[in-house]
């Protein structure tokens, strides 16, 4: 049996840095990936038959649990029918009719491959829509490899500290105005001076790429008036909050209304899909009713919508309080272990997602999370993870539970938490 270094030192050979998703590296925490041989439930194996309870959940869609038992059943049975036909298919609009029912504001909904594709043809329809080129996004917030939205990223670009990028156009990047996260009056100022050139706001809801970071009360409601004022969209990439916050995502739970909505993750059921919808006016510029050009071979294929469609369906008579009310109960325990250790640690928490913070300052934006002690976490994820708990390898990640971690997960990580060292 292979172990997860030699693996990784094979893959090295063909893949560039090994890995398809820098942050998988574990560079930032001076480690070595595991490589993953299975999952089931809360907990994965590695390539060596270690067992890990699971923080990570490929990164949040995993909100069910990896393997479960219904999902797998009719991704089986789909898989049977055929994979793909490069044509539409009825699980899509079953999927696209479940997605409008949970999140009004999505009248028409696109189907595509992947989070980045939903942001950037969303971007490509506001353009279309409103006839204006620029974008206004926030410090720190990530929404995918797009070109001009690169520009200040959170996520991976900031675990590596990649300025924007490297292979970015100066012009493409001059299109993107940027706002710490949090901050209406900068968003104010911004839009007096360009107004009539910015076609949308886009922002994360919550946070998610600078470490989990909550809206201020108010912070979204005036990002709806702004962008009404100045005849601009409001996009909200809800590719990590969409089914996660709750069913209706963060635009149910602030009760605010974007125009448009990108998806992603949790609406996949595990395999790469993502979506972008809104206003039926904004939407029909795609083609082939209007002339806003988009597509995508797999996109819609009956297999990946055969597991988001499963995946909604649970969770639409799933208990998500219950879930929020855990989760806060076992990051609390967790961050007052930390805390009597005598580092300094602040909890964001919200639903099913949460972020420590080796600080003892207030995270509100991009500004304060990276103040965060690197050090300390690179600390805690070695200790945690040699003691079978797997958490994201960047303090800049989302730690994130399922409706299938128990209350013994939590006492075992709880328990490994007591015997870190700093």
């Known amino acids: 049996m292979s172990s ?33 041989k299975k999952g089931s439930g809360s907990h994965i194996f590695s390539e060596e038959g270690e067992e890990y309870i699971d923080y990570v959940m490929s990164w949040g869609p995993l ?24 044509a539409p298919c009825s699980q899509e609009i079953q999927l696209a009719e479940s997605i409008r029912q949970a999140v009004p504001s999505i009248e028409k909904v696109r189907i595509v ?27 720190g917030c990530y929404h995918g490899h797009v070109d001009n ?25 001059k299109q993107t105005l940027l706002a710490p996260y949090n901050d209406n009056d900068a968003v104010e100022a911004i839009f007096e001076q360009h107004g009539d050139e910015i076609a949308a706001i886009i922002v994360e809801p919550v946070a998610g790429n600078m470490g989990m970071v909550p809206p201020r009360s108010e912070f979204l409601q005036k990002l709806r008036e702004t962008s009404n004022k100045y005849g601009s969209l409001l996009i909200f990439d809800e590719v ?13 739970y602030y009760n605010v209304t974007p125009d448009l909505t990108c998806l992603g993750k949790i609406i996949g059921g595990g395999f790469s899909v993502g979506a972008f919808g809104g206003r039926s006016d904004i939407m029909d ?67 099913s997602l949460f972020s420590l913070f080796f600080t003892s300052e207030e995270v509100t934006d991009f500004d304060s999370a990276q103040k965060t002690d690197l050090n300390l976490f690179k600390k805690f994820y070695n200790q945690m993870r040699k003691q079978g708990i797997y958490l994201p390898p960047s303090n800049f990640e989302c730690i994130f539970t399922s409706f ?17 060292e700093f």
């Not at 393997?67 to 793909?84: I, K, L, M, Y």
């Not at 939903?118 to 006839?131: F, P």
């Not at 990590?240 to 149910?252: K, T």
């Not at 299938?404 to 870190?420: G, I, N, S, Y």
């Open 285 to 351: 510029h795609l083609a082939p009713c209007g002339s806003v050009y988009q597509s995508g071979t797999l996109a819609g294929n009956p297999v990946a919508m055969t597991a988001g469609l499963t995946t909604l369906n649970l969770l639409s008579k799933s208990d998500y309080q219950s879930l929020a009310n855990d989760t806060r109960e076992f990051a609390q325990e967790l961050s007052e272990i930390l805390a009597s250790k005598g580092v300094p640690i602040r909890l964001n928490c919200l639903g």
């Open 240 to 252: 990590i909050s969409g089914f996660r916050i709750s069913f209706g995502g963060a635009q149910e």
């Open 404 to 420: 299938v971690h128990t209350r013994k997960d939590f006492e075992q990580t709880l328990e490994a938490a007591k015997k870190v």
């Open 4 to 36: 997860s270094e030699e693996l990784f030192n094979k893959a090295k050979q063909f893949i560039p840095g090994g890995v398809n998703s820098p942050v998988r590296a574990c560079n930032s925490v001076e480690s070595t990936p595991l490589l993953i």
């Open 63 to 86: 909100i069910l649990g990896h393997t479960h038992p219904e999902v797998t059943r009719e991704v089986h049975n789909a898989v049977d029918q055929g994979s793909s036909f490069g």
């Open 113 to 139: 491959n992947s989070g980045t594709e939903a942001t950037m043809s969303a971007l490509r329809v506001a353009r279309a829509h409103t006839g204006k080129n620029k974008v206004l996004k926030f410090i």
């Open 149 to 173: 939205l690169l520009a200040q990223a959170g996520s991976g670009v900031a675990t590596l500290a990649i300025p924007g990028t490297p292979g970015v156009p100066e012009e493409t990047a």
